[in-house]
Structures are given as structure tokens and as C-alpha cells.
């Protein structure tokens, strides 16, 4: 059974950082391209950031710069650092997993940015 669990969301104040973390079971992880999409409340899901196999990253437009994701294969755990967070960065951050034609989603870690 494939698990994908998100950690290191919170409460930040804007121009802070956090690291997420995402430890995945059940899938082959060096085969699989890995990433982070976001959702806002009253908003849809939309892509952060991911990570091919081979390691090559893409990010959103609104987080270049800001954010950083990577993958440690011998944990089988994906990360997204996240700094100079401003309030719009605000939602559910969810980790995601791409294997032989098949998605698989975490449960979502909460980051909510606000003074």
C-alpha cells in the first residue's frame, strides 16, 4: 500500500521559512517523480514544485526563487524548502508521487502565514 506523509507544516510570519517533508512507502521512490501541489482555501489545487527521477526540478512561477525542493532516495523522502514566505503562500501543501502511469497524494500539511 503506497503512503505518502507530509510533515513540517505551521504557523510562520511572513518573510519566515519552514521545510517540509514527505516520507513515502510502497513505491519504487528512485523511479518515481515526486512533488508538491498547494491548495487555498476557495481555491484549486495548483502546482508547487517537482522532481523528476533524475533529479531535474520545476517550479510555479510564484515560488521561484523562494522555494527548493529535493529528494533524498536513501529515505525515500521528498522536501520543499520554503522561505521568504509571504501570506498568499497560505494552504494546504500536498505531496505528490508520479509511478508507472499512477498518482498517488498525501494528506496535506498545513502552512499558514500571517503576523
Known amino acids: 500500500q503506497v503512503q505518502l506523509v507530509e510533515s513540517g507544516g505551521g504557523l510562520v510570519q511572513p518573510g519566515g521559512s519552514l521545510r517540509l517533508s514527505c516520507a513515502a512507502s510502497g513505491i519504487r521512490f528512485s523511479f518515481s517523480t515526486m512533488g508538491w501541489f498547494r491548495q487555498a482555501p476557495g481555491k484549486q489545487r495548483e502546482v508547487v514544485a517537482g522532481?523528476?527521477?533524475?533529479?531535474?526540478?520545476n517550479y510555479a512561477d510564484s515560488v521561484k526563487g523562494r522555494f527548493t525542493i529535493s529528494r533524498d532516495n536513501s529515505k525515500n523522502t521528498v522536501y520543499l524548502q520554503v522561505n521568504s514566505l509571504k501570506p498568499e503562500d497560505t494552504a494546504v501543501y500536498y505531496c505528490?508521487?508520479?509511478?508507472?502511469?499512477?498518482?498517488?497524494w498525501g494528506q496535506g500539511t498545513q502552512v499558514t502565514v500571517s503576523s
Open positions: 522532481i523528476t527521477e533524475g533529479g531535474n526540478t
Open positions: 505528490y508521487a508520479h509511478f508507472y502511469g499512477v498518482d498517488y
